[in-house]
């Protein structure tokens, strides 16, 4: 379960696409919870 946390962060600091994709994704799933407030 750790490693499955730990995985997309390490790649996402080595990936340049993998990072993009990660940022998108977690501003997605932060404006999604500010939009329900």
Do not use: A
């Not at 499955?4 to 977690?26: A, C, G, H, Q, W």
Request: glycine share 2%.
């Amino acid at each position: 379960v750790c490693n499955s946390l730990v995985n997309p962060i390490i790649y996402s600091l080595r990936d340049e696409e993998m990072r993009s994709t990660f940022k998108f994704i977690l501003c997605r799933l932060c404006h999604r919870g500010v939009d329900r407030q």
